[in-house]
């Protein structure tokens, strides 16, 4: 697409800021990054972004001030709290003042980016990525994720939609981890516990499919997420 959605990113940690910064430009989206809360909301004038993404604790105005300002005149663009309170206060102010989102530090970039993407499908905004790879090669197995058709040699499985779209995401960060959080943003849109148990269990199902080629491990890896090793370097290899 020729319009990139635009991030501007308020941050006044400069190693965070840009790290966050580069990982959204290598998704496709246009990023302003400001260290202030006073450069934010200059930025906010001109740039029009179409999401925001502030840390609470910043030089000149803090993340709570700056966000209280937009809303005062702009009601809809989303924007996302970073912040190391952990106080439910904090969060509940977070959330009165107009808040979309809050994500706790440290964070995953990754878990981030899904949690943007999350709130700009539900505004309606258009995908940015590439399409997506739908077929996939697994040892000697193959997965189709449009027809939801899992084969092996002698058998043929019909995944049901969860499945499907778990499996795909496992495929396309294959012999990578795949973060947790992020997976339930893709899947469910939402890392409530609720969700997160129900992970679980679609993963031991897709193991029991994934059995029928013994070259194929589905692992989970503790305080991250899970990795899908159908050769090269070994599952438990970090």
């Not at 050769?231 to 970090?238: E, S």
Request: glycine share 6%; charged share 30%.
């Amino acid at each position: 697409m020729n319009d990139k959605i635009k991030v501007l990113i308020a941050e006044d940690d400069p190693f965070i800021g840009m790290i966050t910064k580069e990982c959204f430009e290598t998704r496709g989206f246009e990023v302003r990054l400001c260290e202030d809360g006073n450069a934010a909301f200059k930025s906010y004038i001109d740039f029009k972004p179409n999401i925001c993404i502030f840390d609470v604790m910043m030089p000149l105005k803090d993340g709570f001030t700056l966000a209280e300002e937009i809303r005062a005149t702009d009601k809809t663009t989303p924007i996302l709290f970073l912040t190391a309170k952990s106080l439910k206060e904090d969060v509940i102010r977070g959330f009165k003042i107009g808040a979309d989102d809050y994500v706790k530090k440290p964070f995953s970039v990754e878990e981030l980016i899904a949690r943007v993407e999350a709130i700009l499908r539900r505004f309606g905004q258009p995908d940015l990525e590439e399409p997506l790879e739908t077929i996939f090669q697994l040892g000697t197995l193959s997965f189709d994720c449009d027809f939801k058709i899992l084969k092996s040699p002698t058998l043929e499985v019909k995944l049901t939609d969860k499945e499907s779209d778990i499996l795909a995401e496992l495929c396309r960060n294959q012999n990578q981890i795949t973060d947790r959080s992020a997976l339930l943003m893709k899947v469910w849109g939402d890392d409530s516990f609720f969700n997160s148990r129900s992970l679980d269990v679609y993963i031991t199902k897709l193991r029991k499919y994934l059995k029928n080629d013994e070259n194929i491990e589905l692992v989970t890896v503790r305080g991250k997420g899970f990795k899908l090793w159908a050769g090269g370097k070994k599952a438990f290899d970090n």
